[in-house]
Nanobody, 124 residues
Framework: RAQLEESGGGSVQAGGSARLSCAVS????????MNWFRQVAGKEREGVAA???????SYAASVKGRFTISYDNAKSTLYLEMNSLQPEDTATYYC??????????????????WGQGTQVTVSS
């Protein structure tokens, strides 16, 4: 059974940077989307960034130019580099995977494999 496990969350000051990692195991799929989502308590989970099996990436408007998503096949690890962090980036961040050949989306219910989440807190 495929498993995802995030790490790298923590506290950072506004303007700072952080990198999240998501270790991927038992994932024998050739066609996939790997995404990062985030959620603030009481709000809907929102898509942040996506990368597919070709390496094509997409970003939410709120993070474009500040965040970079990548997937290292050799290490089976998904990354999210976050720069110029702002207090509004504070959330629990989740990695998620969808398999198959459909274009990547930011729709949470299209993703069947989720990590447990890691908290990122940005202080002003």
């Amino acid at each position: 059974r495929a498993q995802l496990e995030e790490s790298g969350g923590g506290s950072v000051q506004a303007g700072g940077s952080a990198r999240l990692s998501c270790a991927v195991s038992e994932f024998p799929y050739n066609y996939f989307c790997m995404n990062w989502f985030r959620q603030v308590a009481g709000k809907e989970r929102e898509g942040v960034a996506a990368v597919d099996d070709t390496g094509s990436t997409s970003y939410a408007a709120s993070v474009k130019g500040r965040f970079t998503i990548s997937y290292d096949n050799a290490k089976s690890t998904l990354y999210l580099e976050m720069n110029s962090l702002q207090p509004e980036d504070t959330a629990t961040y989740y990695c998620a995977a969808a398999v198959g050949g459909a274009p990547c989306s930011f729709v949470p219910w299209e993703f069947g494999i989720w990590g447990q989440g890691t908290q990122v807190t940005v202080s002003s």
